[in-house]
């Protein structure tokens, strides 16, 4: 929020996602950074992002692959969908060119290593697959948003970053950004998509960069 209200928003943004992605954006038709922070840019925390169609289908369809405990699978008797909307904790979203940023921000907690009726769908998995899926019933600007230039951006400490087997999440991103395999194994639904182009948009900062960045980000660092 600081650096979205910053005088000098577009650079700082355009600063910090060259060291999360590289030098240019890792989506089609948008050639720099600074054109994905120029225009109508919205910032909303707590977005509700809808569950893919085709992710509810699949999961009614496989329940007992993913899920064993009895009383759970009894729980989803005449149930229609098994997975409500997901929560991220920001989105950044410019409405003129549909790019956006859904962030996973964490401090000392990890990420989620299941949901309810599926056990094996941990919680980047979930934001990622909602990060591929098309929005066109929400309300605007939210229906604005490009799957195809959607980033997804995980905010942590850096000492976690510099040891990423401390967390469950240190060992799921870096293996999605390394070997796209492994994002198609945890989106089994997902079907003829280019997994490597996709993990290029995955990316990871820590809130020493944003202070670094702007000195009025995260005070409460020492």
Not at 121 to 128: G, V
């Amino acid at each position: 929020m600081t650096i979205f209200y910053s005088q000098n928003r577009v650079n700082e943004f355009s600063m910090l996602f060259k060291d999360a992605y590289g030098d240019g954006p890792p989506i089609r038709r948008i050639d720099r950074w600074e054109e994905c922070f120029v225009g109508e840019l919205h910032l909303f925390f707590e977005a509700k992002l809808p569950s893919p169609k085709l992710y509810k289908k699949w999961l009614l369809e496989n329940l007992v692959q993913r899920q064993f405990i009895p009383h759970v699978l009894d729980s989803a008797h005449n149930k229609r969908t098994l997975e409500g909307p997901t929560n991220v904790d920001a989105l950044l979203l410019n409405s003129e060119n549909g790019f956006a940023v859904i962030t996973e921000a964490k401090v000392l907690s990890d990420t989620s290593f299941s949901v309810t009726y599926d056990v094996r769908r941990n919680q980047l998995a979930r934001n990622i697959d909602v990060m591929l899926e098309k929005n066109e019933s929400l309300c605007p600007p939210l229906n604005k948003r490009d799957p195809e230039k959607t980033l997804f951006l995980l905010i942590t400490p850096k000492l976690f970053k510099d040891n990423p087997a401390t967390r469950l999440y240190g060992y799921k991103l870096n293996e999605y950004k390394t070997n796209s395999g492994a994002l198609a194994q945890d989106l089994p639904h997902r079907k003829n998509c280019n997994w490597q182009d996709i993990s290029k948009r995955l990316g990871w900062l820590t809130w020493e960069d944003f202070k670094k960045t702007n000195e009025d980000c995260c005070k409460w660092l020492p």
